[in-house]
């Protein structure tokens, strides 16, 4: 689960990720045109309401940014892969609606 978490961070152009080491959790920054006023509240809900994926907003572990979010490794590693394709189409509609913008800028 680790290692598909991690592989999949690395796959994505909207991720990054300090490697788990012992937790049971990630916490992925999400970074570049997806990250243009980026609310971490309003993707959970995002991707609940239409990837049906179920993640944590960072800024609610205390954190001074909201451009991360966290997801348990428990899930077997096929589902933890389908999760994060998941979050990289949401993280991919909102690169798309972000670069217009910045061009425009």
């Known amino acids: 689960a680790r290692r598909a978490v991690i592989d999949s961070v690395a796959a994505s ?4 990720l300090v490697e788990p080491a012992g937790a049971l959790y990630a916490f992925p920054a999400v970074t570049g045109a997806a990250a243009q006023g980026f609310d971490d509240h309003r993707f959970a ?12 907003p960072g800024s609610s572990f205390n954190v001074p940014y909201r451009n ?26 909102r690169a798309d609606v972000a670069a217009p913008r910045a061009a425009l800028a």
């Not at 152009?13 to 990054?16: G, I, P, T």
Request: proline residues 2%.
């Open 13 to 16: 152009n909207h991720l990054q």
């Open 45 to 56: 809900l995002e991707l609940l309401e239409t990837e049906d994926v179920l993640v944590v």
């Open 68 to 93: 991360h979010f966290r997801v348990t490794l428990l899930p077997e590693a096929t589902v933890l892969r389908e999760v994060f394709a998941r979050i990289d189409r949401v993280l991919a509609r």
